[in-house]
């Protein structure tokens, strides 16, 4: 079960592992480094929403960026086998977005949050969206009757998502944020002063001008390469669907304590 209260820095890495959200996390060496190889050859599924250009057609560059940012093995002769993220990594990441946060609710900013794991990450974003709004930021409501080919882009619990078939949907796509974002601009609306999302939806937001931070997992390259070029402002490495949703309770909590928001 996941540690009660507002765990201290230690006791936050020390879960992060137990539960498998970072240190040996399911997501096995092959996928990552096929992932890795078709965001090089320019499969834009892989993208999230970025236009990364020829930048990154080294696969051997992305790798080197996720041993960085991420902690998975950096030896490119290691192939199969069990994968890692560095749970200090994913904790200094949730440190400075707390930052971009805090930021965020000094100045009573509108943000908007989205998910493409909904299984995972929904609640994580509301527990966030709650918090900020209690400090007075306003929390973007997302235009009606929105669409992508992939369904219909709508707004549970503060965070917008994809809807399918009358399901939460999981999507990569950047899609649903350009959905999103071009409605703001036909209804002459203003765009968000920040984004908190994953996926695509990170991606696309910060492609597009508007400051934005993630969560990413170690076998989703796109977000870690952004964040090292200075197009998202943070991308927090870990695993984005654990067995339990509640396992990400304890970092969620963690989270906004670092952005003094733990009280609202």
Same mark, same amino acid.
Request: proline share 6%.
């Given at each position: 079960?996941?540690?009660p209260?507002?765990?201290?820095r230690?006791e ?7 539960t498998?959200?970072a240190?040996d ?6 996928n990552?480094? /096929?992932?890795?190889r ?17 930048r ?16 998975v093995?950096?030896?490119p002769? *290691?192939?199969?086998?069990? +994968?890692?993220i +560095?749970?200090?990594?994913t904790?200094a ?7 971009r946060?805090?930021k965020a609710?000094?100045g009573?900013?509108?943000?908007l949050?989205?998910?493409?794991h ?10 966030t ?5 209690a400090a007075g ?5 997302i ?9 219909y ?5 503060d965070?917008a ?5 009358? /399901? ?5 796509s950047?899609?649903p944020?350009?959905a999103i974002?071009?409605?703001l601009e036909?209804e002459?609306?203003?765009?968000? +002063? ?6 695509g939806?990170?991606? *696309?937001?910060?492609?597009h001008?508007v400051?934005?931070?993630? *969560?990413?997992?170690?076998? +989703? ?5 952004a ?5 998202l402002?943070?991308?927090v ?5 654990v067995? /339990?949703?509640r396992?990400?309770?304890p ?5 906004l /304590?670092e ?6």
């Amino acid at each position: 079960m996941p540690i009660p209260g507002t765990p201290s820095r230690a006791e936050l890495a020390e879960h992060l592992v137990r539960t498998r959200i970072a240190g040996d996390v399911a997501t096995p060496r092959e996928n990552n480094l /096929s992932h890795y190889r078709k965001l090089a050859n320019g499969d834009r599924g892989f993208w999230l929403g970025l236009e990364l250009g020829d930048r990154w057609s080294d696969e051997q560059d992305v790798l080197a960026v996720m041993a960085e940012r991420v902690g998975v093995n950096d030896d490119p002769e *290691y192939r199969y086998g069990q +994968d890692t993220i +560095d749970p200090e990594l994913t904790v200094a990441a949730l440190e400075r977005m707390a930052g971009r946060l805090r930021k965020a609710a000094d100045g009573g900013q509108r943000v908007l949050f989205a998910t493409g794991h909904p299984g995972g990450l929904l609640d994580v974003h509301r527990a966030t969206a709650n918090a900020l709004r209690a400090a007075g930021c306003e929390i973007v409501v997302i235009p009606e009757g929105l669409t992508t080919e992939e369904g219909y882009v709508q707004q549970f619990a503060d965070v917008a998502v994809l809807e399918h078939g009358a /399901s939460l949907w999981h999507t990569h796509s950047g899609e649903p944020m350009k959905a999103i974002l071009t409605g703001l601009e036909r209804e002459g609306r203003p765009l968000p +002063d920040l984004v908190v999302a994953d996926h695509g939806w990170a991606g *696309y937001a910060a492609q597009h001008g508007v400051d934005s931070v993630g *969560y990413a997992d170690c076998n +989703d390259p796109a977000l870690f390469l952004a964040e090292s070029e200075g197009v998202l402002q943070v991308a927090v490495p870990l695993d984005d669907h654990v067995v /339990s949703p509640r396992y990400y309770d304890p970092m969620t909590a963690y989270l906004l /304590s670092e952005a003094g928001l733990g009280d609202q």
